[in-house]
């Protein structure tokens, strides 16, 4: 319930914060977000199989370039934060993503325009402990994302991140991992398109 609380406080601040804000996001992007989670993960090494469900803190970063106001290619790196059995972990997805903004109205014109978008992004998941004890495991990342941007800067969104990890360096017979979460997070978006000068 405090996390909804604090959800709603800080939408209200960033639209009171961003109300001036320019109408064009064009050019190069950079966002940061954070939020809470809600996961599991499971683990099978030959014929035994075990799993656990975890919560905790979520991070989002992206870099990368929007040619439209209604499109974005960039980097993306999304990060669960958990503890289990008091052993600080971790799970994490890296690689290209790509953003589409839904507004009929970008059809139109190229402003900007408060809309529902959906993402999706592919690479790399990593799983491991945060105290380095043990490498991480290594393999397959995906996710998937819903939200709303209500103005140039802020929005908010739901996603669904998959991880599937093969770790072979310590155990023998290897164990595979598999992990995916949902988090809802808010974030916070910063576009620079240079202006040249005739």
Known sequence: MKFLIKIVYFSILSVLIANNADNNKKGFIIGFGGGFHNGIVQAEQAEQSMSFNHNGASSDFKIGFSPLNNCEIYYSHKGSYFKNNDTNFMTESSGLGLTFFLNPKFFKDNKWHPSTFIAVTY????????????????????????????????????????GDELNSDYFDPEIRMRTSNINLSMNYMYAYFPKIKK
Do not use: A, M
């Not at 990593?126 to 380095?132: A, E, I, L, M, P």
């Not at 709303?148 to 739901?158: H, N, V």
């Open 123 to 162: 690479g790399r998941s990593d799983y491991g402990r945060r105290d380095g004890k043990f490498s991480y495991d290594h393999g397959k990342g995906y996710s998937f994302s819903i939200g709303y941007e209500y103005t140039p800067k802020f929005r908010i969104q739901l996603n669904y991140v998959i």
